[in-house]
């Protein structure tokens, strides 16, 4: 299984990045996807998460400013990111869980892309 994220940089306050995840021998269509993001000394914590059924999943944190979508024909996962802020600031991971429940825990999660770096500067 291979999740490859794509698309992080660096940005100013207020700016907007989308993130992408391709995944390879895997179905995402009966699981559920998510993104997550770890900064500097903090654990990883989920900023998005899909089901099956296309239900999301936001923190309070990123409500209202980030969108995650999947595309079942490509096998492919996104992350829509607006209105960043520096506390923004983390690696980025794109993960897989076998099933149809969501929990927001990252220790509940499977497989994992090797993440991508986004910077966000005041």
């Known amino acids: 299984v291979l999740l490859a994220e794509s698309g992080g940089g660096s940005v100013q306050t207020g700016g907007s990045l989308k993130l992408s995840c391709v995944v390879s021998?895997?179905?995402?269509?009966?699981?559920?996807m998510g993104w997550f993001r770890q900064a500097p000394g903090k654990e990883r914590e989920a900023v998005a998460l899909?089901?099956?059924?296309?239900?999301?999943w936001y923190p309070d944190s990123v409500k209202g400013r980030f969108s995650i979508s999947k595309d079942n024909v490509n096998n492919s996962l996104d992350l829509q990111m607006n209105s960043l802020t520096p506390e923004d600031t983390a690696i980025y991971y794109c993960?897989?869980?076998?099933?149809?429940?969501?929990?927001?825990?990252?220790?509940?999660?499977?497989?994992w892309g090797q993440g991508t770096q986004v910077t966000v500067s005041s």
């Open positions: 993960a897989a869980r076998v099933g149809a429940s969501c929990p927001p825990s990252f220790r509940s999660y499977y497989y």
């Open positions: 021998e895997y179905t995402i269509r009966r699981s559920c």
């Open positions: 899909i089901g099956s059924d296309d239900t999301t």
